[in-house]
């Protein structure tokens, strides 16, 4: 049985799941976990969800960790909250068995060390192969040198009070409050937001016109407005530079943003191990959900196969 770990609410697993013919699919949705009744003790685990399907240790053979998280959030009082700390004990346990699951090897799809590939790290090792804009990473004192105007952004998506999130934005240098940790860019004078899906190998590219919106962040017009993203062509040395750049991060999937100036450069913005995707092939006839669907079946099947059947197979054949 594959394990998928997401929320009520994501839309790619809603799509993924017709993809993924001849596979047993036990979704487990974070966000409605007390719709779920599960036991953990010494011979494993069993999780039954709200329509009586189970899963079980001895069922579960790999596991896909999409978006497990909480879509309603919570003020937390001065006093501290039982809900936040049900929530804190809910995600735990299932990042441990995501956790377990992958250094057994049974985790598709997204890789254990999605979290080692944190900022600092991306940006160097992409440094490698692309054009990246100037940055810092700053708290206590604004560092010299930096230009008058700069691109504030977010390690996390962690919000602010009221439930508002600091979406990426263009700031003056001399607003910054030092008493803050930063993390900043300089501006690119771009023409184009391009994002490129990786699937093992496979690149899925597509662009957004700056000059239909005015925001810092694409994201904005992308989910306000509905601004449409295009399939993008992708020179062979851009190819080349990404795959280069996926095989030195061992990942098999990946969402990489760029930034396109009018010279055609794609300067890189960060690589998210774990990036939504649906939205660019909602309809399905991009193929990058059926890619993603098959590389989900292929992983399973091998994983499911019975242990010595290659081997059983190769002797048949007559082959060492």
């Known amino acids: 049985m594959l394990l998928i770990l997401t929320n009520s609410q994501d839309i790619t697993t809603d799509r993924l799941l017709p993809l993924l013919r001849g596979v047993p ?38 596991i896909y960790y999409r978006k497990p998280m909480f879509l309603e959030l919570i003020d937390l009082p001065a006093g501290g909250s039982p809900e936040a700390w049900s929530r804190a004990e809910v995600e735990r346990l299932w990042q441990d068995l995501y956790e377990e ?3 057994a090897g049974r985790a598709l799809l997204v890789h254990p060390g999605r979290g080692q590939w944190y900022k600092p790290r991306q940006m160097r090792a992409a440094a490698k192969y692309f054009p990246v804009p100037r940055w810092w990473l700053a708290q206590g004192e604004i ?45 690119i004078p771009a023409t184009h937001d391009v994002t490129v899906a990786c699937v093992s190998g496979r690149l899925f590219a597509y662009e957004l016109d700056r ?66 995707f649906a939205w660019l092939d909602p309809d399905g006839k991009e193929g990058l959900l059926r890619a993603v669907a098959g590389y989900l079946r292929k992983s399973y099947a091998a994983l499911a196969r019975p242990a010595g059947s290659a081997r059983r197979k190769t002797r048949r054949g007559g082959k060492a």
């Open 211 to 276: 000059s239909l919106f005015s925001e810092t962040d694409s994201r904005l017009p992308g989910l306000v407005q509905r601004m449409p993203w295009r399939r993008a062509k992708l020179a062979p040395a851009a190819q080349t530079a990404i795959r280069a750049f996926m095989k030195e991060t061992g990942l098999d999937f990946g969402r990489l943003d760029f930034l396109r100036t009018a010279d055609g450069k794609l300067w890189f913005l960060e690589l998210n191990p774990n990036g939504q």
């Open 143 to 187: 560092p010299p040198g930096l230009p008058p105007q700069v691109v504030a952004k977010c390690l996390t998506a962690q919000t602010l009070g009221g439930h508002k999130q600091l979406f990426v934005r263009e700031t003056e240098t001399a607003r910054l409050d030092p008493a803050h940790p930063w993390f900043l860019q300089e501006k």
């Open 101 to 103: 699951m992958a250094v």
């Open 25 to 62: 699919v036990f979704r487990f949705n974070l966000d409605a976990w007390r719709s779920y009744r599960w036991t953990f003790d010494g011979n494993g685990f069993s999780v039954r969800d709200a329509g009586g399907r189970v899963c079980t240790r001895a069922d579960l053979r790999a």
